[in-house]
């Protein structure tokens, strides 16, 4: 979906190289391990920015690791992350690049937000729209959708991927849903509005079955009840706007779905509940449901009586677009993307600058302390070799 300029390599390529021989690296990053010493950051980056193979691909990965765990592993710098998942675009390593981002503590990638639109990007190009989710999935654990080309990126990588309907387990529900509710929030639009229903549906299927705890845990979410009202309180938002602003038919065609299904499922747990009673009280304390979750759950049948309201009154006002989800998305992008990457390419050029400025810097002290080292090195010679004349 990026513009080629977006996604050209030039202004990245154009920094100033500092060659190195990767054996040699190698094998001084292994010394200097094997002695229990730590090893700079600037080497790490030299390492990942003369990669020039796939296998190369494979070598930094386990130097990523190595430094990671390691007592600097704080210092990997920002461009080293960048420079890492561009080697990986480049020789056709992406799931490289997606291991270490889903595996962030054990390798230290954290990408910025150009950095993830770039992978992204290139899985939305490849058709790949559940490995898009996963990184998706990444910014919204970061909570990096300050970018509008993100957000736009992001969604049509949602929209797609629900578009194939995919079966996705309820742990699965709750990490798709996650990610269309937290990007939903910056975009004040139809499709925002279309994600923010859909995302409160599906966490609010999460609540009702499994409870409250296990839709905040791990995730940037409010930690209270009531997601499926969350839901409805969006229909209201619509209902009472007075702009343009509609709902996309599908994602309440979806709530609704989740509604049945969650009625349906309620209803064969009543059905038995006389035999089972008890056994069901342990089955729901073993998967952390308290009374507050069961609380929360005898509200359903109002919830699905305000939805039935609801969406005829949304269809009553005119506010139920008969356009899919993923076509609102697709209308957006096509309206808002490409003005949204010129300040994204003018902030990209200042970042690559201020890196290039640091990295000279970092080279700069690492001469300054070899010489240093030389330095203290040839005076003990000096003093031994006095002390031996004397």
Same mark, same amino acid.
């Given at each position: 979906m990026l513009s080629a300029a977006y996604t050209d390599t030039s202004v990245w390529e154009s920094r100033e190289k500092d060659p190195?021989?990767?054996?040699?690296?190698?094998?001084?990053?292994?010394?200097?391990?094997?002695?229990?010493?730590?090893?700079?950051?600037?080497?790490?980056?030299?390492?990942?920015?003369?990669?020039s193979s796939r296998e190369e691909v494979d070598q930094a990965e386990y130097y990523l690791y190595k430094f990671r765990h390691s007592p600097n592993c704080w210092y990997l710098r920002d461009w080293t992350i960048h420079s890492w998942v561009r080697q990986c675009l480049k020789y056709g390593a992406k799931e490289k690049a997606l291991y270490t981002l889903k595996n962030k503590i054990q390798y230290g990638i954290f990408p910025d937000d150009f $950095?993830?639109?770039?992978?992204?990007?290139?899985?939305?190009?490849?058709?790949?729209?559940?490995?898009?989710?996963?990184?998706?999935?990444?910014?919204?654990?970061?909570?990096?959708?300050?970018?509008?080309?993100t957000r736009i990126l992001s969604l049509h990588a949602l929209a797609s991927y629900r578009a194939t309907r995919p079966q996705l387990a309820v742990s699965e529900e !709750?990490?798709?849903?996650?990610?269309?509710?937290?990007?939903?929030? !910056?975009?004040?639009?139809?499709?925002?509005?279309?994600?923010?229903?859909?995302?409160?549906a599906l966490l609010g299927k999460?609540?009702?079955?499994?409870?409250?705890?296990?839709?905040?845990?791990g995730?940037?979410?409010?930690?209270?009840?009531?997601?499926?009202?969350?839901?409805?309180?969006?229909?209201?938002?619509?209902? =009472?706007?007075?702009?343009?602003?509609?709902?996309?038919?599908? $994602?309440?065609d979806?709530?609704?779905?989740?509604?049945?299904?969650?009625?349906?499922?309620?209803?064969?747990?009543s059905s038995g509940a006389e035999s089972a009673g008890e056994e069901e009280e342990k089955e729901k304390k073993e998967v952390g449901i308290d009374e507050d979750d069961q609380a929360e759950q005898a509200k359903l049948p109002q919830y699905v009586s305000r939805f039935k309201e609801l969406r005829s009154q949304l269809e009553s006002l005119g506010k139920v677009d008969s356009a899919s989800f993923q076509a609102s998305v697709a209308a957006l992008a096509q309206q808002d993307l490409a003005a949204a990457e010129k300040p994204d390419l003018d902030q990209y050029l200042i970042r690559v600058q201020a890196w290039e400025a640091e990295n000279k810097q970092l080279i700069q002290r690492e001469k300054e302390m070899r010489a240093k080292a030389?330095?203290?090195?040839?005076?003990?010679?000096? =003093?031994? =070799?006095?002390?031996?004349?004397?």
């Open positions: 190195q021989n990767l054996s040699v690296l190698a094998t001084t990053m292994d010394r200097t391990y094997n002695r229990n010493l730590p090893v700079s950051s600037l080497t790490v980056s030299r390492f990942v920015d003369n990669i $950095t993830f639109n770039l992978l992204i990007d290139s899985y939305i190009k490849d058709g790949d729209f559940k490995s898009a989710c996963s990184v998706v999935e990444e910014v919204m654990l970061q909570e990096a959708f300050d970018l509008p080309s !709750r990490v798709f849903g996650a990610s269309l509710l937290v990007c939903g929030l !910056r975009e004040d639009n139809t499709v925002g509005l279309g994600a923010q229903l859909l995302g409160n999460v609540e009702m079955l499994e409870g409250i705890h296990a839709v905040f845990k995730m940037p979410l409010f930690w209270g009840h009531g997601y499926l009202g969350r839901a409805l309180a969006v229909m209201e938002r619509v209902a =009472a706007a007075s702009g343009d602003v509609k709902l996309p038919k599908d $994602t309440l979806d709530m609704n779905d989740v509604l049945q299904e969650l009625s349906s499922s309620s209803d064969s747990d030389e330095l203290e090195k040839q005076e003990r010679l000096d =003093a031994k =070799a006095a002390a031996q004349q004397a």
